[in-house]
């Protein structure tokens, strides 16, 4: 089955900074890439996805790269806030029902100082 | 109420307690999760059921019991709990496994605690 792997587990940036989260996966039928933002108290939140198909894709300040070639995926966030700081999570899904529907990595907890 | 619901948001249940945790979804979507969040798995899948059926059960104990009587709803049953099944458990919700793009949004959690 699909392994995603997510570094770093913990990540502290200065307000303004760039942060950068990366996933690798195994499964190269996986085609579809979203990443999770989950704040104290609340559920993950869908923020951003990347389908096979692209390379990059970018809404405001969060961006997704996707290579395919080396199986991994990251996610950039530019001119950090401290709203940003939450835990993020990565994940994968191949398609076909009998699949697995989606498979998260370990997440990453972003810490934006003031 | 919009997107996905669960309640209770937080519940304290005795080891010998019967509870059951509800989700519902207003999204008009046909797939349902439930998830376990802890310190050791931070996104732990459990059930998944398209279309009312139950299509994954992820080895999880008995003492949990999943029941997705329609597409809008899924409850989960706890009896004789352990104090290590103490976590926040998500409930989500997707268009369709079969869907190449199964967008899958998440519920606030129910926090358990077992005593």
Redesign the interface.
Known sequence: GENVEQHPSTLSVQEGDSAVIKCTYSDSAS??F?W?KQEL??????II?I?SNVGEKKDQRIAVTLNKTAKHFSLHITETQPEDSA?Y?CAA?A???GR???T?G??TRLQVQP | ETGVTQTPRHLVMGMTNKKSLKCEQHLGHNAMYWYKQSAKKPLELMFVYNFKEQTENNSVPSRFSPECPNSSHLFLHLHTLQPEDSALYLCASSPTLGRAYNEQFFGPGTRLTVL
């Not at chain 1, 108290?41 to 869908?46: A, E, I, V, W």
């Open positions: 085609n579809y979203p999770y108290g609340k559920g993950p939140q869908l996805d389908r835990v999570f899904k398609p076909g029902t697995r529907a989606l998260f370990s997440g």
